[in-house]
């Protein structure tokens, strides 16, 4: 394009623009079909680019076929390389003067159209639009092309303004005026008439007071408070009763006279309005209820809530709930009481929030980032509340996953050692109508969440003092048997830890949010509409403005790069590190590619041929006798710059942490690397004992020498305070950063004085490659939720999967 000249630019830009018109011309050999700009300038180059991109083959010879009217001959010509229309000359010269004619509204001047200004005036029932006697044939001409655009205007007629001045009139009926409303005055607009007066569509909302239905103070805190919603619903900002609504509807028309003005209105929300007077217009409500709509998220029916005023004791809780946000800490002594243990300022102000929501009846989802001490927190929640130590009250009830149950165990052994903690888990748990007994005089009883569905029936005939959620995202699909359990179980107070609130969407914080405080965001169909759907989802507008200032007060999230805790953590660098395959890993590659691409292309193949390219690029090389093959993989491309790192790492007195999505290429991984630098490296992944797993735990931390801990991301993704590492190797990809975050997290938390540096391997040249990429760019979305690579490569057609996974040769090998 720099290349071109002024003139070649501007015919590309008008042609871009589409401002362009067909058109009828004489030259020296005949009259020729040619392309003309709008204005036209004469620009010699419009004409040959628009016919060199729309030149059809058919019509390559136009002036030697016979056409029945010179209208189709003069649109063949369009389309032909000459442009030549060989037709009797008269009957040329008539069209062409037809074409300028029709193209005389294209050259009128933008001024023009902007002179002539268009205003709907309402004076009782009736609607006209009217506009200044236009002076001038310019401004007379623009008038009239504007009929072209809303006919009713050519029936303009001289009539006096408010003001007494003359003015062109046309008086609307209904009809007319509905589309006045809805498309002309639009239209008008778009072709560069002012247009004034149109009101925009009217918006039908609610106002809601809440305000307690009992006895206010009187009620024991033990006891449910019950508060008394009155719904008022607002048309065009006033208020109406059912029978100016039915009114309305019965206009049977969205254009309607209301209250001596014609609106614009929506007849389906006009309908849901009329069933909220009708049938809910005040109603009763629990605490939760009462607080949504206070805080902006509450529903009549399907009407968006645009006011809600509290009053009594509500409005206090409502005020006190806001200025919580900040976390004030409450003193030391009240927070620490029953806690042995030291607490940093931020983890005082979250024990501190926890204590004021579950207090006055709320569930609190504890959303801090991996490695900021969720876990001590909640233990120190726990030991602050009265009656704990003394086990006066019921015990509490821990669900977390298998993999946690120790870290549980041995944190509250830790930091709250008079404790009594029962392990409801494995074959030889309390089984049945024995379990309440076993639990009688336990302080806190922890669980798995299998055991947790499977033991339900028998657990919720237990009183609890509180239930925490570990990992809290376990329940984030609402329909799982764990989350209706969670939500069934009768426990006063709620806790729920995690530190991916959202990992695949907002939808997610309903199911954990209906768990902590029922009915506080709805039912799960209108949250859905309102919030998890386009336009809302990632864009920033009202509706996700509004739900994260409802949410704010009841979701505590602090991330390491916040002042408050940035300072105790050391900082953290990642890198992605490229590895070449191998010749052997190429053909393997290629060969996996081509027998899926000869294959039938089925979605469960495209899922086999992914694990097997990740495999591949792993290095993983089954032999003719059916087992991997060791020295294949140790040669294989990423092993081998694995071990390079490790030399260094080792040398620098460091130790690392390296992790696999796959077991089978971890065992490889532990036997290659105790081989090549003949020292142990232990190796966690799911089939172990919880014995076996503290062994290998144990092993990893106790070494005084640097080591190197092979996990595999599901078994030592969680949980786990392994800052004994500063270094983290993804040797290959969960493909979700939310998953790979958690599990870098194990090296990079409280206590790590260290920078931690971060590894991600990728094999050039494939689909490693290409994946990373998509992630990369995702990641600039703050808070995004990117979905794992399979699902993403599931989603493509045959021909994307195979162009996405194919090997770029040149990438993948040199020499």
């Known amino acids: 394009m720099r290349k071109l000249s002024p003139k070649q630019r501007e015919a590309l830009e008008a042609i871009a623009a589409r401002r362009i018109l067909p058109a009828l011309c004489r030259e020296e050999d005949g009259w020729h079909a040619r392309w003309r700009g709008v204005p036209d300038d004469g620009n010699p180059w419009l004409d040959s680019l628009v016919r060199e991109a ?31 229309v060989a037709r009797d000359p008269a009957e040329c010269e008539a069209l062409a003067a037809d074409l300028e004619e029709w193209r005389g509204s294209a050259d009128a001047s933008p001024e023009d159209r902007r002179a002539v200004a268009f205003s709907l005036v309402q004076r009782g029932e009736t609607v006209s639009v009217e506009c200044e006697v236009p002076r001038g044939r310019r401004a007379l001409r623009a008038l009239g092309q504007a009929a072209y655009v809303f006919p009713p205007l050519k029936n303009m007629r001289r009539a006096h303004g408010a003001d007494g001045k003359s003015v062109l009139s046309v008086s609307l009926n209904q009809r007319e005026a509905e589309d006045f409303v809805r498309v002309g005055a639009k239209e008008l607009s778009d072709a560069g008439y002012p247009v004034r007066g149109v009101p925009p569509p009217s918006l039908v909302d609610a106002a809601v007071d809440v305000a307690e239905a009992t006895a206010g103070a009187d009620v024991p805190p033990s006891q449910p408070r019950e508060f008394e919603a009155k719904v008022t619903v607002r048309v065009d900002g006033e208020p109406v009763n059912a029978e100016e609504v039915r009114f309305l509807l019965d206009q049977k028309s969205t254009f309607v006279f209301f209250r001596n003005r014609w609106i614009e209105v929506d007849r389906g929300v006009l309908k849901e309005a009329l069933r909220v007077l009708e049938r809910q217009s005040v109603r009763r409500i629990g605490l939760n209820e009462a607080v949504a709509f206070v805080a902006g998220v509450g529903c009549a029916g399907t009407l968006d809530v645009a006011e809600a005023n509290a009053h009594g004791w509500i409005r206090g809780l409502v005020n006190e709930l806001k200025s919580r946000t900040v976390c ?115 302080d806190v009883v922890l669980t798995s969440y299998p055991v947790f569905v499977k033991d339900y029936p028998f657990l919720r005939r237990i009183r609890w003092d509180g239930l925490v959620l570990d990992e809290a995202q376990t329940i984030r699909n609402h329909e799982t048997r764990a989350a209706r359990a969670a939500s069934a179980l009768g426990a006063p107070r709620r806790v729920a830890l995690t530190g991916t609130p959202v990992e695949n969407s907002v939808a997610d914080i309903w199911s954990i949010e209906n768990c902590l405080n029922p009915g506080f965001l709805g ?54 590190e490229y590895c070449e395959l191998t010749p052997l890993q190429i053909r393997e590659y290629e060969d996996a590619v081509s027998s899926y691409r000869r294959g039938t292309g089925r979605r469960g193949d495209a899922l086999a041929l992914i694990t097997r390219l990740k495999l591949v690029c792993d290095g993983l090389h089954v032999g003719a006798d059916g087992a991997p093959d060791a020295a ?182 040199r020499g």
């Not at 010879?61 to 010509?77: G, M, Q």
């Not at 003394?390 to 946690?404: C, D, H, R």
């Not at 029962?422 to 009688?440: T, Y």
Request: hydrophobic content about 45%.
């Open 523 to 576: 039912d799960r169909k209108s949250f859905v509409e309102r919030y998890a759907k386009p336009p809302s989802i990632g864009s920033g507008g009202p509706a996700a403005a509004r739900l994260a200032a409802a949410l704010e007060p009841f979701v505590l999230r602090r991330l390491k790069t916040d002042p408050a805790v940035a300072a105790e953590i050391g900082p953290k660098q990642e890198k992605v």
């Open 54 to 84: 729309i030149a059809s083959p058919l019509c390559a010879d136009a002036e030697s076929r016979r056409y029945e009217t010179v209208h189709d001959a003069w649109l063949a010509a369009l389309q032909s390389r000459t442009g030549l």
């Open 328 to 442: 004030q800490a409450t003193s030391p002594t009240a927070v620490l009481s029953g806690f042995e243990g030291e607490l940093r300022p931020y983890q005082k102000r979250g024990v501190a929030w926890m204590r004021f929501l579950t207090g006055n009846g709320f569930g609190a989802l504890l959303a801090d980032d991996m490695g900021l001490g969720k876990t001590v927190q909640t233990i120190a929640w726990m030991a602050s509340l009265h009656g704990r130590r003394n086990g006066a009250s019921a015990p509490f009830l821990v669900v977390a996953p298998v993999t946690l149950l120790a870290n549980w165990r041995r944190e509250i052994g830790r930091f709250a050692p008079t404790f009594k903690v029962v392990v409801h888990h494995g074959a030889s748990r309390n089984p049945g109508e024995l379990l309440a007994a076993a639990v009688s005089d336990a």
């Open 632 to 813: 294949a993989f140790a040669a294989g491309g990423k092993f081998l710059r694995l071990a390079e790192l490790l030399d260094s790492i080792f040398a620098a007195g460091e130790s690392a942490l390296v992790f696999t999505q796959y077991a089978k290429v971890g065992a490889m991984l532990k036997t290659a690397l105790e081989t090549r630098f003949a020292r142990p490296a232990p190796f966690l992944h799911g089939s172990l004992s919880a014995a076996a797993r503290e062994a290998e735990i144990a092993k990893f931390r106790g070494s005084t020498a640097p080591s190197a801990f092979v996990l595999s991301v599901k078994a030592g993704g969680l949980g786990l305070n392994l800052v004994k590492a500063t270094r983290v190797v993804h040797f290959d990809r969960w493909w979700n950063p939310a998953v790979e975050a958690q599990a870098t997290d194990r090296a990079h938390r409280i206590g790590q004085a260290n920078a931690v540096f971060v590894h991600k391997f990728v094999a050039e040249g494939t689909l490693e490659e290409r994946v990373d990429a998509i992630i990369e760019r995702k990641a600039g979305v703050a808070g995004a939720a990117v979905a794992s690579g399979e699902s993403f490569l599931m989603s493509l057609a045959d021909d994307e999967l195979l162009e996405t996974v194919s090997l770029r040769r040149g990438e993948a090998a």
